[in-house]
Structure formats: C-alpha cells, structure tokens
C-alpha cells in the first residue's frame, strides 16, 4: 500500500493549521504521516499540532524564516512516504481527499498531481466570491482545476503531490516564494514526468478573508508570472497579457466618462463582460451578495495582476534588476 506525507508550511497562522489537521483526521484511509513546518513564524502553531499528536502521526519543525518554498524541501528531506503532498495551511480536505488520490494513482501512476480549489458553505461571503472569480469563465478562462486547461497540467502547490522519485531525480523547489510552485512543476514536466489532473482531490481554499489581501495576493501572482519567466522565457504567453490589456482598457473607460457621451460607448464591452459575470455568478453561487461582490472581486483580480505583471516586467527588462531580489529571506 503507498503511504503518503503531507507537506504543510506554517507562517503565522495556527488558527489554520488546527482546522486543516481537524480534516486530516476525517480521511477514510490512514496509510500517511503529516509533517508541519513552521518557517520562522512569531506565532507559533506548535501548540495546536502538538494537540492531534494522539490523532494523528504528526511531526512539527521550526527552522529560520526562508520561505515556503524551502519550507516545503526542509519536509522532503525528513518525508518517508512513497508521494510527498504539498498543501498551504489556509485548506480544509474533504474527507474523501486522500482516498480519490490512491483510486487514482491505482488506476495509473502519475508522477505529479493536483487537485481544484473550491469555497466551503461555512466560507463567507467574500470568500465565496474570492473562490468564485479565481475559476470563473469571465477571469481565468474556466481553465484552472479543469481538464480543459490548456497544455500538460501544472500542480500548484496549494494542493500538489509529487512522487519520491521526482524528488530524488530533480531535487526540490530552487526559489524560496515568487512562483515557486509554477517553476517545480514546469520543471517536472520538462523533464518528461507525467502529470495530471485529479478532479475529485479537490480542497476548500479558505484564501484571503478580505479585499485588501486578495489584491495584495493577487499582486503577487502578477509578479511571479515575471519571476518564473525570468527561468523559462518560453512560458509567457499571450494569455498572461490579458489582466494589463484589461487595466489599460479600464483606464480607457474611466477617461471616457470624462470626456463626454460620445466617448461613452467605448465603455459598452466592459458593461456587457460584468453582466455576464454578474449573471454566472449568480446562477453558479446561487446567492445574491455573492454575486455582487464577486464584481468587485473581478475587477480587483485582474487589474492587481496586471499592475504586478508590468511592474515587474518592467524592472526587468527596461531597468536591468531582479524585480524579486527584495522578496527573498535574507
């Protein structure tokens, strides 16, 4: 029977790690072992882990703040299992979780995997909405946690499992934070390990609890997009230009209302893309505030992105400098 380790970083936020080890213990098959990595947090979760050490076959580190990146490479290093599965310490499992995984890895062994996101119904309103706009149609295209996305599947390490092999062959992640994650699994599959999607290993994402740290995040995303290119020049993509082609054209909008009725039209495109939006969300999420602040969270998303992304963009190729030098652990 394979046995599993779970990979879990821990910064600063124990509260998470007490609900994620609570479904932990809810899994109906117990073949794994939880490692909790705690990178150099002031507010240590070693209390809450240490309360499911009865449950659970659970061991916590305390290493210096180095990112989670080589939060994740300090478990590899201590993992016995035969998978390593990373996951970030803002998820809950389904108690089925690890289970679609064996079922899955015994019909055919996969090298690298990953599963969807989804909101929980005890998630609030804008969690809802956050966890909405992160898969809509009208934002990323319908593609993430999907089988239709495009090119071989890319694990993210919210929810990712590689085999020891892969760890052994190429070793762990080679930067701390920035896009870690997309640059391991671009590397895995250039290396020619299979990976796919597991559409049933899917986590609740609780993600940010407000609108301020989703753009923050959201930020962040836009930068790492710059960080990996910076590895593989090859994975820029069109596609990756849309949120700063979107800022620009709401810039473009917002000039127009200035300008005067003639120019209003212009604007028309944008009110027929949020009323779709408004309409899916509605009949997806099923909830009238959901719906509305998932507008807002739309329009958060993209335009925080693209202003990450040609920023960062920007340092690198017109300025000459590492636009994540300040980003990593000293």
């Not at 809450?48 to 659970?58: H, K, M, T």
């Not at 604007?267 to 779709?276: K, N």
Request: net charge positive; proline share 4%; with cysteine.
């Amino acid at each position: 029977m394979r046995f599993y380790s779970f990979i879990i970083p821990l910064y600063n936020r124990p509260e998470e790690i007490r609900e994620l080890l609570e479904s932990l213990c809810r899994q109906s098959i117990t073949n794994f072992e939880v490692l909790v990595i705690e990178d150099g947090s002031k507010i240590k979760g070693d209390k809450e882990v240490e309360a499911f050490s009865d449950r659970l076959a659970v061991r916590y580190f305390f290493k210096e703040n180095g990112g989670q990146g080589f939060a994740r490479n300090f478990g590899f290093e201590r993992a016995k299992g035969d998978y390593f599965i990373v996951l970030d310490s803002d998820v809950i499992l389904p108690d089925h979780y690890l289970s679609a995984i064996d079922k899955r890895l015994e019909e055919s062994e996969l090298d690298a995997f990953g599963g969807p996101d989804a909101a929980h119904p005890s998630f609030t309103i804008i969690q809802k909405a956050i966890s909405y706009v992160m898969t809509s149609l009208f934002t990323t295209g319908g593609i993430r946690g999907r089988k239709n996305h495009i090119g071989k599947f890319q694990p993210r390490s919210f929810n990712m499992g590689i085999s020891k092999k892969v760890y052994k062959d190429l070793g762990g992640y080679k930067i701390p934070r920035l896009g870690e994650d997309l640059e391991y699994s671009l590397r895995i599959i250039k290396a020619g390990y299979k990976t796919d999607l597991i559409p049933d290993a899917f986590v609740y994402h609780k993600r940010r609890t407000d609108l301020r740290r989703f753009y923050n995040q959201l930020h962040f995303f836009g930068r790492s997009r710059i960080n990996v290119y910076r590895f593989y020049p090859d994975q820029l993509k069109i596609m990756h230009w849309f949120p700063f082609v979107f800022l620009l054209y709401c810039m473009t909008c917002l000039v127009s209302l200035f300008l005067g009725a003639p120019y209003i039209y212009i604007c028309l495109p944008l009110v027929l893309w949020t009323s779709g939006l408004f309409i899916d969300a509605l009949i997806n999420e099923k909830n009238l505030s959901v719906a509305l602040v998932s507008i807002l969270a739309a329009f958060i998303q993209l335009n925080a992105y693209g202003v990450g992304f040609i920023t960062d963009l920007f340092k690198f190729k017109i300025l000459g400098i590492d636009p994540a030098a300040n980003d990593y652990p000293s």
